[in-house]
């Protein structure tokens, strides 16, 4: 059993920076890919960042050059930097741990979710 808790949400204006901290607990984390995703309002959860044990990275187009996710496998835990963030990035934003050792783009990969942190940005 792995749980993960999101913290760092908030409200933000269009061009402020936000970092995201999901901490996992259970598992063996260093192990696993990890992911970060969001879900707007009336949309479907679309995938945002991943990144392996070792540090791969995957970035969705929208978010390229601006998010940048990252890992401490001493701490447990993943980041999700965002940087000059736009009204469109408003969502409820999820990690994921995916322990077949799968990981990517695919959000079905992973298994385990946390309860999400809400980002809401003004123009």
């Known amino acids: 059993q792995v749980t993960l808790v999101e913290s760092g949400g908030g409200s933000v204006h269009a061009g402020d920076s936000l970092r995201l901290s999901c901490a996992a607990s259970?598992?063996?984390?260093?192990?696993?890919?990890m992911a970060w995703s969001r879900q707007a309002p009336g949309e479907e959860r679309e995938f945002v960042a991943s990144?392996?044990?070792?540090?791969?990275?995957r970035t969705a187009g929208s978010v390229k050059g601006r998010f940048t996710i990252s890992r401490d496998n001493a701490k447990n835990t993943i980041y999700l930097q965002m940087n000059s963030l736009k009204p469109e990035d408003t969502a409820v934003y999820y990690c994921?741990?995916?322990?077949?050792?799968?990981?990517?783009?695919?959000?079905?990969?992973?298994?385990?979710w946390g309860q999400g942190t809400q980002v809401t940005v003004s123009s």
């Open positions: 990144i392996t044990w070792s540090g791969f990275t």
């Open positions: 259970g598992g063996t984390f260093s192990r696993y890919p």
């Open positions: 994921a741990a995916d322990i077949h050792g799968v990981g990517g783009t695919a959000l079905a990969a992973y298994d385990y």
